[in-house]
């Protein structure tokens, strides 16, 4: 599977995290081949950070983990589609989702709130 | 809004379409500024084809075009979250979603059937 997959110039493909069952996307992030790999054999997904330039566990300093569920892949290989399982919340800002700015009438609203205080995940 | 977002080293940014109701992910494709305003202006999701060097405005050729409902953008601002109604199908092979491949007890499995001949789309 991984030899059909296409990386990007670093080595990369953008990962989508949907919760399996209730369809809310949750984060998009991004994958190397070690991390895929690292996934499938764990179960537990692991991203690549670019920022920090290595394996990030997601979860490993949270406690907000993601079992994966299904690994899919889109018609040019290009990107993945990860079915999860979340734990608490996805987003560093102690949100369900990464996804809470939307704009609505021309203007930027938050369209949810945070359920957990970061400074209890990270603090 | 737009000057919130944080483009790549390429003025791009990777947009996830999502059926707005049944929640299905069609597609991740990549917008530039202009395809963004496009989009808010006309209503019709425009992205940036990468492999053609200019704007996408998605079923120019198909008819299969995407309506946006809300468009939304994550915690960093490098990624958008587009809801749509994606009239017929999102995927050139003619099948709704452009994830229709699966890793499953180690084999990869298609798990969507065309639901139109691409050669009635593009034909």
Same mark, same amino acid.
């Not at 990007?8 to 989508?16: F, K, S, T």
């Not at 179960?43 to 290595?54: D, K, L, P, Q, T």
């Given at each position: 599977?991984?030899?059909?997959?296409?990386?990007?110039?670093?080595?990369?493909?953008?990962?989508?995290?949907?919760?399996?069952?209730?369809?809310?996307?949750?984060?998009?992030?991004?994958?190397?081949?070690?991390?895929?790999?690292?996934?499938?054999?764990?179960?537990?997904?692991?991203?690549?950070?670019?920022? *920090?330039?290595?394996?990030?566990?997601?979860?490993?300093?949270? %406690? @907000?983990?993601?079992?994966?569920? =299904?690994?899919?892949? $889109?018609?040019?290989?290009?990107?993945?589609?990860?079915?999860?399982?979340?734990?608490?919340?996805?987003?560093?800002?102690? *949100?369900?989702?990464?996804?809470?700015?939307?704009?609505?009438? %021309? @203007?930027?609203?938050?369209?949810? =709130?945070?359920?957990? $205080?970061?400074?209890?995940?990270?603090?």
């Amino acid at each position: 599977m991984l030899d059909l997959l296409r990386f990007d110039e670093n080595g990369l493909i953008p990962a989508i995290a949907q919760q399996h069952d209730t369809g809310e996307v949750l984060m998009l992030a991004w994958m190397n081949r070690d991390s895929i790999e690292e996934t499938l054999e764990s179960g537990n997904v692991c991203y690549w950070s670019r920022s *920090r330039a290595r394996l990030w566990r997601k979860g490993e300093t949270s %406690g @907000q983990t993601q079992k994966l569920i =299904e690994l899919r892949f $889109d018609c040019d290989a290009d990107t993945l589609l990860l079915m999860v399982d979340q734990k608490g919340v996805a987003c560093h800002t102690g *949100r369900r989702s990464c996804f809470y700015a939307a704009m609505r009438d %021309g @203007q930027v609203v938050e369209i949810a =709130e945070p359920e957990i $205080d970061p400074a209890a995940l990270y603090g």
